[in-house]
């Protein structure tokens, strides 16, 4: 079974630049999340999709980051402009599906790191 | 306001013996519990969890501990092996939202 793919895989852009990261989830899987990981911390949801609809933005900076997910496959996670803070790692992950009191268990792509200079 | 933590950013263990991380969390509204590792350059992998309702769960050599009353889990690796080196990561499920702790690496000298 194939991963959770990301590209690109590194990006060093400067600030108020532009930036986009794509996502490609496990087949099947019904939900999709985006992490940013800053050096020395854990993983922060930004965005967590089911199937092509919004269930949690709460997180994401929504003046200068957004997100898709056509067609409830893959995804974009756009930064536009970038500032120097926004340097992590932005992981993917998806899981089966979002319901019930089961908790699903997430699978992680390798990231794309950015890095803002 | 970090909900879930790990105080130890690193441990060193020598290969054979166990190895033990930690993690606390303040939100007794948590009820269920995960571990990942991460290597370099990859994403973080399933490790091992537990629900709030059991206290321990063990898979081959990975053991997870859940003490409620103190909010401490706690996971143990026996025998530690060098390609355990990596860093761990403790996260709790809120509201169907996963939240991490900061990470401890641990390395397993040979």
């Known amino acids: 079974e194939a991963g959770v793919a990301q590209s690109p895989r590194y990006k060093i852009i400067e600030k108020r630049q532009s930036v986009a990261f794509w996502c490609n989830p496990i087949?099947?899987?019904?939900?999709l999340y985006w992490y940013q990981q800053i050096l020395g911390q854990g993983p922060k949801l930004l965005i967590q999709f089911q199937n092509n609809g919004v269930v949690d933005d709460s997180q994401l900076p929504k003046d200068r980051f957004s997100a898709e997910r056509l067609k409830g496959v893959d995804s974009t996670l756009k930064i536009q402009p970038a500032k120097l803070e926004d340097s992590a790692v932005y992981l993917c992950a998806s899981s089966l599906n979002l319901a019930g009191p089961l908790q699903e268990t997430q699978y992680f792509g390798p990231g794309t790191r950015l890095l803002v200079l | 306001d970090q909900q879930v933590k790990q105080n130890s950013p690193s441990l060193s263990v020598q290969e054979g013996r166990i190895s033990i991380l930690n993690c606390d969390y303040t939100?007794?509204?948590?009820?269920?519990f995960l571990w990942y590792k991460k290597y370099p350059a990859e994403g973080p992998t399933f490790l091992i969890s537990?629900?709030?309702?059991?206290d321990k769960n063990e898979d081959g050599r990975f053991t997870v501990f859940l003490n409620k009353s103190a909010k401490h889990l706690s996971l143990h690796i026996v025998p530690s092996q060098p390609g355990d080196s990596a860093v761990y990561f403790c996260a709790a499920y809120s509201s169907y939202k996963l939240i991490f702790g900061s990470g401890t690496r641990l390395l397993v000298r040979p």
């Open positions: 087949s099947g899987h019904a939900t």
């Open positions: 939100n007794s509204m948590f009820d269920y």
């Open positions: 537990i629900s709030s309702i059991k």
